[in-house]
């Protein structure tokens, strides 16, 4: 009983100050970035006041292992381990983007739902409407260099600002909740963490085209990839892993679907936390259940086997 309710503390003590102190910081960045430094939330430097807020869920997690239920460090998974899980952060970083942005792209073009610019001038007017920006010449040799850039410096960047999320989310929450059922826990921790973001989906931080869909569409895309992290998090042992992956999403994925369609129709389907991504991200989904990949006897004998 004792360690039950330590364990109900600590959940509640996390959430209270993960909504609480994201909430408050993104409301004050809000504030300074709109009043002082007249940037609107869909601006890309934007993105910049959203920071402090991130890393809250990392914040929480420390102050309640360390101080609220003094249970430590042990199970947090910060061990890196790069020699036995190196493909499953290949994966996390690169391959899963790839296929979802590749998947998005062409169930967009075969439904004819939206059109890519490669061009990149629909989502440049649409980031910078103030600026009139001359026609941009984009060669396939501007795209290899983006791409490049992207995966050497952009996902490794994004992960060490994601660990900020992971290390809350999947590396505290997702194994508190509901201990012996995995999977419920993968999915009501990704509506929570759908939640955590309503106030940067109702200021528009998100780009989709009704915010009323979109508080609808996100959580149901955060449960997915709640049970894609939890899986990875789960079969390395590591939360660099669902932070890799997280790095991957935000930095490769979400950027260049940004970049590829803002401006465009259907972005609330053809944006990485958009409808079409259901698609990919579902089967994999289904995979990572029917199979019982969530499940600690699992991931145990997977452990047994390294």
Known sequence: MDNEFKKEKGIAAYLLMT????????????????????????HPAFQFVLLPGAFTPAIAA???????????????????????NWKYYVFAGYLLPMVVVGS?????????????????QRSFSALLPQLKLPSLRVTPAFWVLLLLQQMIVGV????????????GWRSYLQIRLCADRPALAAV????????????????????YENIGVG???????????????????????SVWASSIAHGGTNSFGASLLLLLFLGGP?????????????????ALCAWILLTGQLHPETASAHAENK
Not at 30 to 38: A, K, Q, Y
Not at 218 to 236: A, D, E, Q
Request: aromatic share 14%; with cysteine.
């Open 19 to 42: 909504f609480v102190g994201a909430w408050g910081l993104w409301l004050i960045g809000w504030i300074i970035s709109t009043r002082v430094l007249l940037i609107s939330p869909s």
């Open 104 to 120: 998005i792209m062409g169930l967009a073009v075969l439904l004819d739902i939206s059109r890519p610019d490669f061009t990149l």
């Open 215 to 237: 508080l609808l569409v996100f959580p149901l895309s955060t449960i997915m990839l709640s049970i894609i992290f939890g899986w990875l998090r789960i079969r390395t042992g």
């Open 188 to 207: 009501v921790t990704g509506l929570i963490w759908g939640l955590w973001h309503y106030p940067l989906i109702a200021l528009g931080y998100e780009h």
């Open 156 to 167: 490794p960047a994004g992960t060490l600002i994601t660990w900020g999320e992971e290390f």
């Open 62 to 84: 420390i102050i309640v292992r360390k101080w609220i239920t003094h249970e430590g460090f042990s199970d947090a998974g910060l061990r890196l381990g790069c020699k036995e």
């Open 266 to 282: 259907g972005f609330t389907f053809v944006s990485y936390l958009g409808v079409l991504s259901w698609i990919p991200l579902g």
